[in-house]
């Protein structure tokens, strides 16, 4: 298994840009999360998604942010129009509905806004 | 409002000198208590998994144990491959599935 799947790992872009992240579960996981990784903040939950219907996006900072889930192995986070303030590490995870035995995260993008 | 502290920010420990970490939560009702360990450019990876008060779970050199106001995660004998930080996070009943984080601890380990 190739674990969870994250591109690009690395994103520098202009303020003003849009950046859409991409994001492969594990096969077989119909829970998805994405998470915003800050110093300041930590680990913070953006939207999560169960059997591609979003649940929760209680988390996401404002309009600008937008997510997607078209089918079990595929999801998308898209920042329009991106601001400095948005540079973090972005992670997905991805876990089976009601069984805790935690999330596998993938390797993270990291986004850069300059 | 739920909430997860980790102490201390930061720990440098030498090598086989023991010593805990802390995660003190609030959340209206656990539905369980997970610790992480993140390396430097990594995602997070899954340790333990902690239901309820007196559980006590163990992974090499690695312990978590849990109350009903906090999880601390002993570790014994350190080897400086430990070193990392380590994330605790809580999932409350009423918030499903999704998990909510501390700041972590960065352990450093010197040989």
């Known amino acids: 298994d190739a674990g969870v799947i994250q591109s690009p790992r690395h994103e520098v872009t202009e303020m003003g840009q849009e950046v859409t992240l991409r994001c492969k579960p594990i096969?077989?996981?119909?829970?998805l999360f994405w998470y915003r990784q800050t110093m300041m903040r930590g680990l913070e939950l953006l939207i999560y998604?169960?059997?591609?219907?979003?649940?929760?996006d209680s988390g996401m900072p404002e309009d600008r942010f937008s997510a997607k889930m078209p089918n079990a192995s595929f999801s998308t986070l898209k920042i329009q129009p991106s601001e400095p303030r948005d540079s973090a590490v972005y992670f997905c995870?991805?876990?089976?509905?009601?069984?805790?035995?935690?999330?596998?995260f993938g390797s993270g993008t990291r986004l850069t806004v300059v | 409002e739920d909430q997860v502290t980790q102490s201390p920010e930061a720990l440098r420990l030498q090598e086989g000198e023991s010593s805990s970490l802390n995660c003190s939560y609030t959340?209206?009702?656990?539905?369980?208590l997970f610790w992480y360990r993140q390396d430097p450019g990594k995602g997070p990876e899954f340790l333990f998994t902690?239901?309820?008060a007196g559980e006590e779970k163990e992974k090499e050199r690695l312990k978590a144990t849990l109350t009903k106001k906090e999880s601390f995660l002993h570790i014994t004998a350190p080897k400086p491959e430990d070193s990392a930080t380590y994330l605790c996070?809580?999932?409350?009943?009423?918030?499903?599935?999704?998990?909510?984080f501390g700041k972590g601890t960065t352990l450093s380990v010197s040989s």
């Open positions: 959340v209206s009702g656990l539905r369980g």
């Open positions: 902690l239901y309820s």
């Open positions: 096969s077989g996981h119909n829970s």
């Open positions: 996070a809580v999932q409350a009943r009423q918030a499903g599935t999704a998990l909510i």
């Open positions: 995870a991805s876990s089976l509905v009601g069984i805790n035995y935690g999330y596998t």
């Open positions: 998604f169960n059997n591609n219907v979003p649940i929760d």
